[in-house]
């Protein structure tokens, strides 16, 4: 199966230049670039995944999935009459078909005689944003949120979870109630490149999804690496073998009672290519090595400027920032990273409280050296206190401190100004172009045009380390 790739070039039509591209940008609507003069692009730099053969029909592929299990029994022969089940489903943050999967799911739990109110669902949430009553209702369907106990689990709240001890390497295992106490959990989730985890899915909607947060703390801390930060994407895509993170959510994982994984490889929003069911660990090799196979970039030499959409993602800013970090590799130290992020303005305050914006925005480029200089300093401490803070300082630290960081995000532009912090932030696609060429050449040879590489479905490609 082809991988990602240039967009529509081949042999020597490859290297042609081109002057414009259009990328998705938002749920259903273009984004048309126009390149300046002074910036080479070439069709073989626009690098798109492969989005073929996505399946026709969900629902049937669901019930065959289901059919066959990889690596354990079916779940209406594995469930029973009185068992207490836990259904753990990812955060409105992915695009997971959760509402199409659950009713085919509840369906299975029923034939095997288990009660509604021996079901509960829970939202893996993890450090993200808590999943109010509404937000709840659009994720599993108004039907599904009455009818069952559904949760979003209170991070900080040590009551609302069960202390299952310590493994063998330190980590404490501490998960929501309702999780750690069932017969079985069954996770609905998707498989996306991840920047500490190689891919998200399987097991991490518990672990951290549904732990405490001294847990998760402790998880995010062991999918740091290198002592100075300067390996962030060293274990994006990698397998989970060699992932210290991944061993870590296996240890912990070995520490509860059964669980299947009904998981998922997506393109754009209802989009699916496979939907596979059975033992986590199985389901999550199996789908990992098919989005190597899409997602990951062609190597190819660091550009000066690498510029990434932020589709599929939905418009949360702090979300879009993880595709700069997932391409950080495919541009030259010193280089340009720029972000073509769509934003839904109902999310910025989601992701940035309008308080600390306006504080880190007002700070300018004094808050750039603050970041680029303090936040060693304050990640070394963070991490010798145990705080799980550690590791976004960390990844805030690794996205700025040698490339210049540019946004183009009219709403956010609207909302905080040009700047946030050291990020400068553009309503104007010419300037945003002119800056960046401006910007590579402060720290590229002289007299030679940058060269620009382009991901127009961020959200989904990425570049590890050893690829850029």
Not at 64 to 72: E, K, R, S, V, Y
Not at 96 to 110: D, G, K, Q, S
Not at 372 to 393: D, H, I, K, N, Y
Request: a positive charge; aromatic letters at 6%; one cysteine or more.
């Amino acid at each position: 199966m082809k991988g990602a790739s240039a967009s529509d070039g081949s042999g020597d039509g490859a290297a042609a230049t081109v002057a414009a591209c259009r990328i998705p940008w938002g749920p259903d609507d273009i984004l048309d670039l126009a390149f300046p003069p002074g910036m080479i692009v070439r069709e073989r730099d626009i690098v798109r995944p492969d989005l073929g053969d996505a399946v026709g029909d969900y629902q049937a592929a669901l019930g065959a999935a289901l059919a066959t299990p990889d690596g354990m029994g079916r779940i209406r022969d594995v469930a029973g009459p009185g068992m207490k089940i836990a259904i753990v489903v990812d955060d409105p943050s992915r695009w997971t078909p959760v509402r199409e999967a659950l009713p085919t799911v509840l369906r299975e739990l029923e034939s095997a005689g288990v009660a509604p109110g021996d079901i509960s669902i829970s939202a893996g949430v993890g450090r993200h944003h808590a999943v109010d009553r509404a937000a709840m209702e659009r994720r599993v369907g108004p039907e599904v949120a009455a009818r069952y106990q559904c949760h979003s689990p209170p991070v900080d709240d040590l009551s609302a979870y069960d202390d299952l001890g310590t493994t063998a390497t330190g980590l404490p295992v501490r998960v929501f109630s309702p999780v750690a106490r069932a017969g079985l959990r069954i996770l609905i989730g998707s498989v996306l490149p991840h920047l500490q985890a190689g891919f998200g899915g399987g097991y991490k909607l518990i672990f951290p999804g549904t732990s405490h947060r001294t847990t998760l703390g402790a998880l995010h801390r062991r999918g740091i690496t290198g002592r100075e930060g300067h390996d962030a994407g060293r274990l994006l895509g990698g397998d989970a073998g060699s992932n210290p993170m991944r061993r870590a959510i296996h240890e912990a994982a070995g520490m509860l009672g059964p669980c299947v994984s009904i998981s998922h490889l997506l393109g754009a929003p209802g989009q699916v290519f496979r939907v596979a069911a059975g033992h986590p660990a199985r389901v999550q090799d199996a789908l990992a090595a098919e989005a190597r196979r899409r997602f990951r970039a062609p190597a190819a030499r660091p550009a000066d400027i690498v510029a990434a959409g932020n589709h599929p993602w939905p418009g949360d800013p702090m979300q879009s920032f993880k595709v700069l970090l997932h391409h950080r590799a495919a541009s030259r130290p010193g280089g340009v990273l720029a972000g073509l992020f769509w934003t839904d303005p109902e999310e910025i305050d989601r992701s940035f409280p309008r308080a600390a914006m306006r504080l880190i925005a007002a700070s300018g480029a004094a808050g750039g050296w603050g970041i680029r200089r303090a936040v060693p300093l304050a990640e070394r401490v963070l991490s010798a206190t145990g705080s799980p803070a550690a590791f976004m300082l960390r990844w805030a630290r690794e996205l700025v401190v040698d490339r210049a960081v540019l946004v183009y995000s009219p709403p956010l532009f609207e909302r905080i100004g040009p700047r946030l912090g050291p990020v400068r932030i553009f309503d104007d696609q010419a300037k945003l172009w002119a800056a960046a060429i401006a910007a590579a050449a402060r720290t590229g040879p002289r007299g030679v045009e940058p060269s620009a590489r382009i991901f127009p479905q961020g959200g989904l490609t990425y570049v590890p380390v050893d690829e850029g």
